[in-house]
């Protein structure tokens, strides 16, 4: 019952250093999704994936990049970190389109940016 | 723009008394919306789904109305207790109608 697993859960980073967030779903679910939530703003959406083989940008994408490398994972890819990008990352997964079915979360990881 | 709006105050109150909590949006049409639960340091768990032609659903000790008229989406939990204190969330579905977009919670605590 591992649901969604997304590695690191910490991670400190240096101004420009790069880093790949790494998240998978045991669920055989076709969509996947990244948040990024910050204090007072909410989770926003920053790449969605409807299907394996398709990636899309949410509300905020600039700063990363995401592969979907199969059906159970997902990436986030950080190519050079500044400090806006401290935040906590969830990924989430969902059988079909997320209005219609649950989402299921990771437990989130925190990244700082110094 | 499109707005989801959630209290941003704290909601407080006393153990089993009923808790509601107000989800409004904008420039939404939304097919459906859903509550999710989250707390500190975990990610959202998914709570109840309701759909534009359901006007009322219910699980359990939770309870949500959706008015697509008025724009809004209360969420009700009765007999409330101390281990329901944590933030919840609204979402909707984007236009691509692939992914949610959230409001940014209401924090709830009930206290003994």
């Known amino acids: 019952n591992a649901g969604v697993t997304q590695t690191p859960k910490f991670q400190v980073l240096k101004t420009g250093q790069s880093m790949t967030l790494q998240c998978a779903q045991d669920m055989n679910h076709n969509s996947m999704y990244w948040y990024r939530q910050d204090p007072g703003m909410g989770l926003r959406l920053i790449y969605y994936?409807?299907?394996?083989?398709?990636?899309d940008k949410g509300e905020v994408p600039n700063g990363y990049n995401v592969s979907r490398l199969n059906k159970r994972e997902f990436s986030l890819r950080l190519e050079s970190a500044a400090p806006s990008q401290t935040s906590v990352y969830f990924c989430?997964?969902?059988?079909?389109?997320?209005?219609?079915?649950?989402?299921?979360f990771g437990q989130g990881t925190r990244l700082t940016v110094v | 723009s499109q707005k989801i709006e959630q209290n941003s105050e704290a909601l407080n109150i006393q153990e089993g008394k009923t808790a509601t909590l107000t989800c409004n949006y904008t420039?939404?049409?939304?097919?459906?919306l859903q509550w999710y639960r989250q707390d500190p340091g975990r990610g959202p768990v998914f709570l109840l789904l309701i759909r534009e032609n359901e006007k009322e659903k219910r699980k359990e000790r939770l309870k949500v109305t959706f008015d697509t008229t008025l724009k809004q989406s209360l969420f009700h939990i009765t007999a409330s207790q101390p281990a329901d204190s944590a933030t919840y969330l609204c979402?909707?579905?984007?236009?691509?109608?692939?992914?949610?977009?959230f409001g940014k919670g209401t924090s709830l605590l009930v206290t003994p």
């Open positions: 989430a997964s969902s059988e079909a389109r997320t209005g219609q079915t649950e989402a299921f």
């Open positions: 420039n939404y049409s939304p097919a459906y």
């Open positions: 979402a909707l579905v984007t236009n691509s109608g692939y992914a949610l977009n």
């Open positions: 994936s409807a299907s394996e083989g398709t990636t």
